[in-house]
């Protein structure tokens, strides 16, 4: 109880080195996105509250790799800001992704896809994007509620469906239906 506490007071006493971010957050058009995301990371940070501005400082200060998924969602204001409270350099994406994205230490994690659906989770060193270098829109299309393992690698024109679970080393490079979990290199089904 008394940490609880006292991480409360720590968030609040640095509130005002992060007032730029929470401006933009209220002013955002992907607000309701934002607030999605938000929710899905405090399952696993556990702020200690349900005020959705607090868990954003708390994320905020907490967490380098939600505030590269933050500043993604909020655009080019983000310029204004971001040099003096940096993302990770080495996680990388694109906004192509709907709300509820919980990424767990995505170290060295490229997300590149078409489109990326609900409540998407993945994991460290993970590669989402081309196929080759000349062929710019050849990137997956990835369905809701879909959760990447450690140092997967999904590349091409590809399809993954809803409620696919992909297996930590896997390499996907065909499609995958809904309802399925996928492992291996190349990737195959072991359940539907």
């Known amino acids: ?39 899905a990371n405090n399952i696993h940070w556990r702020s200690g509250s349900t005020n959705n501005t607090f868990t954003l400082l708390f994320l905020l200060q907490k967490n380098i790799y939600f505030r590269n998924l933050f500043y993604c969602r909020i655009g080019s204001i983000s310029k204004l ?24 230490h995505p170290f ?29 829109d050849e990137c997956p299309t990835i369905g809701d509620n879909v959760v990447v393992g450690a140092n997967c690698c999904i590349i091409g024109n590809i399809s ?16 995958i239906p809904s309802n399925s979990i996928v492992v291996g290199n190349p990737a195959h089904p072991i359940q539907k």
Not at 97 to 104: D, F, K, L, R, T
Not at 108 to 132: M, P
Not at 160 to 175: E, L, Q, R, Y
């Open 1 to 39: 109880m008394i940490m609880k506490s006292l991480t409360k007071i720590a968030v609040i006493v640095k509130s005002p080195f992060y007032l730029p971010h929470i401006i933009a957050y209220f002013f955002s058009n992907n607000k309701t996105i934002i607030n999605e995301d938000i929710e």
């Open 81 to 104: 800001f971001k040099w003096y409270t940096k993302g990770e350099p080495t996680f990388q994406l694109i906004n192509c992704m709907e709300g509820g994205v919980y990424v767990a």
């Open 108 to 136: 060295a994690t490229v997300i590149n896809a078409k489109h990326i659906g609900k409540n998407f989770s993945c994991h460290q060193c993970t590669t989402i994007g081309n196929k080759s270098d000349f062929l710019g």
């Open 160 to 175: 993954i469906g809803d409620n696919v679970v992909i297996g930590a080393g896997t390499v996907v490079v065909k499609d």
